[in-house]
């Protein structure tokens, strides 16, 4: 879900600087097999279930696995399931786990365990939290086969057991499963086609990945996170950069392959650099930047305060201001769903249009006493930037504002408490917004999520969104939900856009997608 990168810089000149730097091993150092990236962030929390931070689910989406996953058509497809089958009444419904899969301890997979790991990870997701409310019972029957019993029909059941948002539902063995979802697992271990090695992770500069040798690939082909994961590298070492110009330089030097966001203002430098390839999608591969406003605490509190911001969140001067070119990003998007998306929609949003005097007078109606926004910004990052333009406009429309910079980890632990903080920017994937099951500021409605923000009319749409049968009556119900979303401002949007990723063109096979993967990526000699 949640992003920070990091902040334009001046270019380092040349690649001297990094020969000398001992950040990485030069070129003829590295072994045959071995691929070097540099991802958003470091990989900090490893546990999937707990957090929705995308570098944690990029990290799960190697190292686990999903019984069912999403392919590069938006279909769900089985992945560690191997077959399923559903009563008449659709109350009943049975799967059973494909052969030979493994834990990375060489024990087998069991369905008991999946069972287990089912129950540890909906609570802690909207989504799931909606399937244990439908379901009666869940059990497994066999080593291989489990049995879910429904309440009522659950129309989006195996879109919720594929989903490719986060907190992820991935299985983990039992004695990790059966740690309670409000704590950390402190040993990773599960199924996926990589495994970790924690005797070689150093904190603040490398994280190590290698191919598990009795993985079990499909045999279909691959597609975004559903098909054969066939890792046909050695290691994959997921290296920490200082900043985004260290990683820009390493990248046309040879000495990554990898970038996972590229710094806008090297973009024209990156395009002409022999042997670098850039990596730009639309669509739900863009991403969609918000401000996330905590209701529980003044000035936030007062829903007609927190409206005001709909006329200062100036999309397109955030964009600019940021650097993002035209060609990456999406015009002034009013869709809570993103645009371009199947349920993108203006309802709600007329609004929604930057005017700073009608804002300034909309503020004094609203009764704002001065109270200071807290708005804390994550240093030298795209989000920071986005925060400084909002903050210019709120000043000028009579806001009194405390502009806070800290690193994201402080971001994250600060979000949890219900005071001491009014706001804060971030950006998360398309395929995590582009629906009002998976948007994370309003499916966590009247739940404890960081900002507690809550209309009960929600709750009940997005049971009607889950039992509605085809795509045209979701979309009416989503039209309903974003009405709401517009009066309640759990979230302000900043814009829609993509971060291209750069790669080196040696590496052959690399699947296109927003989400890093490194599974049927080959390097050429």
């Known amino acids: 879900m949640l992003h920070q990168g990091t902040g334009r810089r001046a270019i380092l000149a040349g690649g001297a600087a990094l020969a000398t730097s001992g950040i990485i091993r030069p070129r003829e150092a590295r072994a045959a097999g071995t691929l070097d990236i540099v991802l958003e962030s470091e990989v900090v929390i490893l546990d999937p279930h707990v957090i929705t931070a995308a570098i944690t689910r990029t990290f799960a989406t190697h190292v686990f696995d999903t019984l069912f996953a999403m392919d590069d058509r938006g279909q769900i497809q089985p992945q560690m399931v191997e077959a399923w089958e559903t009563s008449p009444d659709r109350l009943t419904w ?12 060489g024990a087998p997979v069991t369905a008991a365990e999946c069972v287990l790991s089912l129950k540890r990870w909906a ?31 659950f129309p989006l059941l195996l879109q919720v057991l594929g989903k490719p948002n986060a907190p992820l539902p991935v299985m983990m063995p039992e004695r990790l499963a059966r740690v309670p979802g409000t704590q950390r697992i402190t040993e990773i271990v599960g199924s996926g086609p990589f495994r970790f090695r924690p ?24 597609g975004f996170l559903a098909g054969g994961k066939v890792v046909k590298i050695d290691q994959l070492n997921l290296r920490v950069m200082p900043d985004q110009t260290t990683g820009a330089n390493a990248l046309i030097q040879g000495e990554i392959h990898y970038m996972q966001y590229l710094p806008f203002d ?18 739900l591969h863009q991403f969609q930047g918000n401000f996330r406003l905590n209701h529980a605490a003044p000035p936030f509190d007062n829903p007609a305060v927190r409206r005001v911001l709909w006329k200062l969140a100036d999309q397109s001067a955030i964009l600019s201001a940021i650097g993002v070119p035209e060609r990456f990003r999406a015009p002034q998007c009013a869709s809570f769903w993103m645009c371009d998306a199947p349920y993108s929609t203006d309802a709600g949003g007329a609004g929604a249009k930057p005017d700073i005097a009608a804002a300034r007078a909309e503020l004094r109606a609203a009764g704002y006493r001065g109270e200071p926004v807290i708005a804390m910004e994550v240093s030298a990052s795209i989000s920071q930037t ?3 333009v909002l903050v210019q406009n709120m000043k000028e429309a009579g806001f009194t504002v405390d502009q806070q910079v800290m690193d994201w980890g402080t971001v994250l632990a600060r979000r949890v408490r219900r005071d001491g903080w009014s706001m804060f920017s971030v950006y998360s994937n398309g395929t995590d917004m582009f629906s009002p099951l998976t948007h994370f500021y309003v499916a966590s409605t009247c739940a404890d999520f960081p900002g507690w923000s809550c209309d009960d009319r929600i709750p009940r749409l997005l049971q ?12 009416r119900v ?12 759990p979230a302000v949007m900043w814009g829609q856009f993509t971060i291209p990723a750069g790669y080196r063109s040696t590496l052959r096979n690399l699947i296109r997608s927003s989400y890093p993967m490194f599974w049927n990526v080959e390097l050429a000699a």
């Open 94 to 105: 049975r799967f059973r786990l494909r052969d030979g899969l493994k834990w990375h301890d």
């Open 123 to 153: 609570p802690r997701d909207p989504l799931g939290r909606m399937l244990e409310a439908a379901t009666a019972s869940m059990e497994a029957t066999d080593a291989r086969s489990f049995t879910l019993a429904l309440k009522e029909p």
């Open 199 to 222: 005797d070689l992770w150093r904190p603040g500069s490398l994280m190590v990945l290698e191919r598990f040798p009795d993985y079990v690939a499909r045999q279909e082909p691959p």
């Open 266 to 283: 090297l973009l024209s430098r990156l395009e002409r650099a022999r042997g670098v390839q850039l990596l730009g999608l639309g669509g």
């Open 386 to 388: 986005a925060s400084m």
């Open 464 to 475: 009607s969104f889950a039992r509605a049968e085809d795509e045209a009556a979701r979309a």
């Open 478 to 489: 989503a039209a309903e939900i974003q009405t709401i979303a517009y009066e309640l401002t």
